[in-house]
């Protein structure tokens, strides 16, 4: 059994800690898995959606 700590995560892949967060929040069914699939989530500040102007979010404190 393997298991990543959340601080762990966030130091190595924040990609990837922000989408299981997201996943965790989406309803368990097929349709949270269709909306799962539509998310994009970018490590740094480029991306190729520059019309909507996203602003960068900078997640510094880990709740337990």
Do not use: C, W
Request: aromatic content about 4%; glycine content about 8%.
């Amino acid at each position: 059994m393997k298991a990543t700590g959340y601080a762990d995560l966030l130091d190595n892949n924040s990609r990837k800690a922000v989408e299981k967060a997201v996943k965790g929040m989406l309803p368990h069914n097929k349709i949270g898995k269709q909306q799962l699939k539509k998310l994009k989530v970018y490590g740094g500040a480029e991306h190729p959606h520059a019309a909507q102007l996203p602003q960068p979010f900078a997640i510094t404190q880990i709740a337990q």
